[in-house]
Structures are given as structure tokens and as C-alpha cells.
């Protein structure tokens, strides 16, 4: 039975390393830096049972006049992984996103370090 559970929680994190890794490859079209690594995704939460993945992301900005293009961006990448059957993206602002939400290397690519 442990066993069990343990390859669940193997298969399940090996989903969720390949969401990341698609998010990767998601930019906003006004910064060269993916929107993973500039800390636009709050919350990732996969359903392996259903197939259903719920991500929570924002924007660098409220009146972002791309929203619509990334969202369906990020939708269609995360729809090609295998084991997503859908795939919700939900727009948020709280907390407010800051420079400070970057990974290191997404502030080195910019010259922010």
C-alpha cells in the first residue's frame, strides 16, 4: 500500500516538473524573461484523478494589454501535456506582484541584481 502512494507521489511530481517546464516557455512579449521565473505563477494544483489542473498566475501589470494572449498562451502549452485533461487559468492580484517575486536569474537576466 505505501508503495502505492509513493509512485503516485512520484508520477504526480514528475507531472507537476513538467508543468514548470512548460510554463517556461510562456513570455510576456514585453520582457525576455519567461513568466515562470518572473514570479507570475502564485499557485499550480494538479488533479491526477481527473486530469484537471487549476493554475493561478498574474500579470506584471493590472492593465496588461497581452493578458488575453498569455492566458491562452499558457492554457494551450499546459493542454499538450499528456496527462491534462484541462486546464484552468485564473488571473489573480492579491498578493500584488513586485520585482521582489523573481527568481535570481530572472533579475540577472534584467540587470535587477
Known amino acids: 500500500m505505501e508503495e502505492n502512494k509513493d509512485n503516485v507521489q512520484e508520477q504526480t511530481q ?10 517556461r516557455t510562456v513570455y510576456d512579449p514585453e520582457i525576455p ?18 486530469g484537471t489542473l487549476d493554475v ?14 498569455i492566458v491562452e498562451d499558457v492554457r494551450q502549452k499546459l493542454m499538450g501535456i499528456h496527462e491534462v485533461t484541462e486546464a484552468n ?11 521582489t517575486m ?10 535587477i541584481l
Open 89 to 99: 487559468v485564473n488571473i489573480v492580484f492579491e498578493p500584488a506582484w513586485d520585482e
Open 33 to 50: 524573461v519567461n513568466i515562470y521565473d518572473l514570479g507570475l505563477i502564485y499557485k499550480i494544483d494538479f488533479n491526477s484523478a481527473t
Open 56 to 69: 493561478d498566475m498574474t500579470l506584471t501589470a493590472p492593465g496588461c494589454p497581452m493578458a488575453d494572449y
Open 14 to 23: 514528475t507531472i507537476e516538473d513538467q508543468i514548470v517546464e512548460v510554463l
Open 102 to 111: 523573481m527568481s535570481e536569474q530572472a533579475k540577472a537576466d534584467l540587470g
